[in-house]
């Protein structure tokens, strides 16, 4: 009787907001000072080049060393067990509001408040570890690149140089019983990640990186193609996720451009073109040809508006049968997931891209190939796309 008592009088007692007062603003001064940091950095680049140095990298390399010890996608993990979990905790906490009327309001403000501190940590988390690397330096700058309008004969060249490269390097990779380039087994991909990186960190020090964080497979990924997508860096918990049901020849360069994103390039073209380099510096013919692969599609399709007669020209002369067959896999793959799922999950990345100040949204994805032309410029640039150049090739 006297524990019921005890009881009946906490039920019937105002609620204290002293704690919750605290942590929310806590939560919010964090925020605060995070959004006017970065606001600062995309007025100076500097300012966000420093921060990735000397805040993001020490930070996220401390961290990736214990995710990194997870065999499984912790993004995975928590997005099947929390979102029921969540469900669950809000349905208890509405039945639990309306079953005590006491001091009903202040206890809804004081759970506000709550839910409204914990938003605003993750937010500061993906500042942190994603949303101030926005406002770096551009890659090209690093690499001294010069990104400028381009005439069409310059991307025809690339994507011929591409479509050689990709036939060449396609000979050296295993093939599966269907005849399609077989990349090897996951787990070998995932101790092989880096071994591009480090290298084309000799090259190109732009690209050096204490970061080690591990690329996860999804395991509901034939789901998750539904979305379109192929791979998902999570900046609350620094892990490159990468969709394993997609064909097998394109797994090692979504994964190095979801590196990419861990190792503090946020702009999807320097990702893109960061991950590009860290794959033709891999000795593996498969990552090798992952991102050769990923390179034509990206210039080829920008070939193809301009001037479709002149890409079809190239993927009749150059591309090997073996490439097409991969090819033609990979697009009777995604033909079958396409659904208005797609398109929202298109919609959406576009206004997160946007909100980043990734001006062209989902377009951003194509600036990896200003970048690559840049590259070009360079006479000897073309001999890094093959293992053994052609005569007409060597530099």
């Known amino acids: ?21 605290i942590f929310f603003s806590l939560s919010g001064a964090l925020l605060l000072a995070l959004m006017l940091l970065r606001a600062a950095a995309f007025k100076n680049p500097s300012l966000a080049d420093a921060y990735t140095r000397s805040v993001f990298r020490p ?15 912790l993004t995975e993990f928590l997005l099947i067990l929390g979102s029921p979990a969540l469900l669950i905790l809000l349905i208890l906490a509405l039945i639990r509001l309306i079953r005590r009327p006491h001091y009903r309001l202040r206890r809804l403000l004081k759970k506000s408040l709550s839910l409204l501190a914990i938003a605003g940590l993750l937010l500061s988390l993906f500042l942190v570890f994603h949303g101030i690397n926005y406002a770096r330096s551009p890659l090209a700058q690093d690499l001294s690149l010069s990104v400028r309008q381009r005439p069409v004969h310059e991307l025809e060249e690339a994507v011929r140089l591409l479509a050689k490269a990709a036939s060449q390097t396609r000979e050296e990779v295993d093939e599966s019983e269907e005849g399609l380039a077989d990349p090897g087994s996951l787990a070998h991909m995932w101790e092989t ?26 395991l ?12 998902l860096y999570m900046p609350l918990l620094v ?7 997609q064909p097998a020849f394109m797994i090692p360069m979504t994964a190095a451009h979801e590196i990419a994103h861990a190792q503090g390039f946020a702009r999807e073209g320097d990702a893109d073109f960061a991950a590009l380099l860290s794959c033709l510096s891999h000795p593996d013919p498969a990552w090798r040809y992952s991102g050769l692969m990923g390179a034509w599609k990206s210039a080829g399709n920008r070939l193809l508006q301009e001037d479709p007669d002149l890409w079809r020209q190239i993927w009749q002369e150059e591309l090997s049968p073996a490439v097409k067959r991969d090819l033609a896999a990979e697009s009777a793959y995604w033909e079958a997931f396409q659904t208005p799922v797609a398109d929202l999950s298109d919609k959406v990345n576009d206004t997160y891209l946007k909100a980043n100040k990734e001006e062209e949204g989902v377009k951003s994805y194509g600036q990896v190939v200003d970048l690559l032309l840049a590259f070009l410029e360079d006479p000897g640039a073309a001999d890094l796309f093959f293992s053994n150049p052609p005569a007409d090739q060597a530099g």
């Open 239 to 245: 892990e490159p996720n990468v969709n394993i049901d």
């Open 59 to 73: 930070l996220a390399a401390v961290w990736t060393r214990f995710q990194g010890l997870l065999p499984f996608s």
């Open 220 to 231: 509901l990924s034939h789901y998750w193609s539904y979305t379109n997508i192929v791979g």
């Open 1 to 21: 009787m006297r524990i019921k008592a005890r009881n009946n009088h906490k039920d019937t007692s105002p609620p204290s907001f002293l704690g919750v007062l």
């Open 193 to 218: 990640a880096y071994v591009g990186w480090d290298l084309a960190a000799v090259r190109w020090p732009a690209l050096a990186s204490s970061v080690r964080a591990r690329p996860k497979g999804v």
